[in-house]
């Protein structure tokens, strides 16, 4: 059965840091990736979805890698700012007939000014 | 353009009342989702659409009915609602089954 982990559940980070989360998936037989953000009593906003056959995608400061054999995947933000403060959750595509997204319980980042 | 729209964004409901829950999509796309999301658990499938005429279960169904209405519009039934049912819920939609997912703003419902 798939599971997804994401360490640490909470970050705080000075603002202009460099920062990585981590997301872990138990299976790899996986047929995407996907990155969102959640900020407070709001929804989700896909950040970043990759392919089983890619390596990363990037958009703008954040770039997204994905290690399949592994079961890893990593959320690059570059230049931190106080804006980015929010909930960064992943979720993968299972291979298969299971089209149903796993998904992980998130890092709750703050940047402080 | 815009995008998932859910109605209503609150609700508190009296044990055992029953409500709707609305979804409706702009962006043409064929599969709709239902999500609750509660602290500690993470998001939760509760029933999801693949295409138009069709409706399959997810993790947590019990309780819950869904319709959909037609390719746009996706609804979520509270038949006799329940004080575990006090949840912010979502409603998701996706291209098809593997695409990238495009999420509502949630509708929060207590249970009193």
């Known amino acids: 059965k798939q599971e997804v982990t994401q360490i640490p559940a909470a970050l705080s980070v000075p603002e202009g840091e460099n920062l990585v989360l981590n997301c872990s998936f138990t299976?790899?037989?996986?047929?995407?990736l996907q990155w969102f953000r959640q900020d407070p009593g709001k929804g989700l906003t896909s950040l970043l979805l990759?392919?089983?056959s890619q390596r990363e995608q990037t958009s703008g400061r954040l770039n997204a890698s994905l290690d399949k054999s592994s079961g890893r995947s990593t959320l690059y933000i570059a230049a931190s700012q106080p804006g980015d403060s929010a909930t960064y959750l992943c979720?993968?595509?299972?291979?298969?007939?299971?089209?149903?997204?796993?998904w992980g319980l998130g890092t709750s980042l703050a940047v402080n000014p | 353009n815009a995008g998932v729209t859910q109605t209503p964004k609150f609700q508190v409901l009296k044990t055992g009342q029953s409500m709707t829950l609305q979804c409706a999509q702009d962006?043409?796309?064929?599969?709709m989702y239902w999500y609750r999301q509660d602290p500690g658990m993470g998001l939760r499938l509760i029933y999801y659409?693949?295409?138009?005429?069709?409706?399959d279960k997810g993790e947590v169904p019990n309780g819950y009915n869904v319709s959909r209405l037609n390719k746009r519009e996706f609804s979520l039934r509270l038949e006799s609602a329940a004080p575990s049912q006090t949840s912010v819920y979502f409603c998701?939609?996706?291209?098809?089954?593997?695409?990238?997912?495009?999420f509502g703003p949630g509708t929060r419902l207590t249970v009193l």
């Open positions: 998701a939609s996706t291209r098809d089954l593997l695409g990238g997912q495009f």
């Open positions: 962006m043409n796309h064929n599969s």
């Open positions: 659409s693949a295409s138009e005429g069709t409706t």
């Open positions: 299976d790899s037989a996986i047929y995407n």
């Open positions: 990759i392919q089983s």
């Open positions: 979720a993968v595509h299972n291979a298969g007939n299971n089209r149903k997204l796993i």
